[in-house]
C-alpha cells in the first residue's frame, strides 16, 4: 500500500525554526510537494523536490532524500501567519499526487 | 486567469439525495483532480483525469460516487444516493506541470 506519514503537530515561537519530516512509501516516484493550508481555506503550493538535495525559497526550504524515502519542510524566522496546516505530497507518476496526514503548525507569540 | 472555481461552495442535504459537485480547472491544465478531506482521513484523492479522461478511480470510496468530465473546462463530482458519511469538504484541482496543482476553494458537503 501507499503511506506518507507526517507528526500531526507541531509548535513553536515566533522568530523560531521549525522542521517538518515526512516518510514515504510509494508504488513508484516522481517527486515530493509541501503544501500550507490556513483553515477553511484551500491547500497552496509551497515547494517541490525531483532530486536529492534542499531547495530554497524564502524563508522556507525543502529537503529530499529517495535513498531514505524522506523529505522534510524548514520555516525560518517563524510568523503568526505561518500558523497552518502543511502537508507532504508525492507524485507516484506524471500525474497522481496524493498527499500525506498533514502537521498542524501552531505558532505563538 | 480565475483559478480553479468549485460550485456550489456550502451545500446541505438530506440523506438519500443526489449530491452533484461541479469544477472549472484552469484554462490550459490537463490534469484535474477531486479530493475529499475530513479530519479524520485527511486528504484523500479520490479520482483524476489526463486530458479528459479518468486515469485512476481507485480512490472513489463506493459506486454511490461517479465522476465525469466532458471537456476540458468542466468536471463533475456525483453522489447518489447521498449518506451522512459522505460529510466533507470536497477539493477540485487541476496541473499542467508535474511539481503543482492548484486547489479550487472547495465544497463543504453536510448530509443529514
Known amino acids: 500500500g501507499q503511506s506518507l506519514e507526517q507528526p500531526s503537530e507541531v509548535t513553536a515561537v515566533e522568530g523560531a525554526i521549525v522542521q517538518i519530516n515526512c516518510t514515504y512509501q510509494?508504488?513508484?516516484?516522481?517527486?515530493l510537494s509541501w503544501y500550507q493550508q490556513h483553515d477553511g481555506g484551500a491547500p497552496t503550493f509551497l515547494s517541490y523536490?525531483?532530486?536529492?538535495g534542499l531547495e530554497e525559497t524564502g524563508r522556507f526550504s525543502s529537503f529530499l532524500s529517495r535513498s531514505d524515502s524522506y523529505g522534510y519542510l524548514l520555516l525560518q524566522e517563524l510568523q503568526m501567519k505561518d500558523s497552518a496546516s502543511y502537508f507532504c505530497?508525492?507524485?507516484?507518476?506524471?500525474?497522481?499526487?496524493?498527499f500525506g496526514t498533514g502537521t498542524r503548525l501552531q505558532v505563538f507569540p | 486567469d480565475a483559478g480553479v472555481i468549485q460550485s456550489p461552495r456550502h451545500e446541505v442535504t438530506e440523506m438519500g439525495q443526489e449530491v452533484t459537485l461541479r469544477c472549472k480547472p484552469i484554462s490550459g491544465h490537463n490534469s484535474l483532480f477531486w479530493y475529499r478531506q475530513t479530519m479524520m482521513r485527511g486528504l484523500e484523492l479520490l479520482i483524476y483525469f489526463n486530458n479528459n479522461v479518468p486515469i485512476d478511480d481507485s480512490g472513489m470510496p463506493e459506486d454511490r460516487f461517479s465522476a465525469k468530465m466532458p471537456n476540458a473546462s468542466f468536471s463533475t463530482l456525483k453522489i447518489q444516493p447521498s449518506e451522512p458519511r459522505d460529510s466533507a469538504v470536497y477539493f477540485c484541482?487541476?496541473?499542467?506541470?508535474?511539481?503543482?496543482?492548484?486547489f479550487g476553494q472547495g465544497t463543504r458537503l453536510t448530509v443529514v
Open positions: 510509494t508504488s513508484g516516484f516522481y517527486g
Open positions: 484541482a487541476s496541473s499542467l506541470l508535474q511539481n503543482e496543482a492548484f
Open positions: 505530497a508525492v507524485r507516484e507518476n506524471t500525474d497522481k499526487l496524493i
Open positions: 523536490n525531483a532530486l536529492d
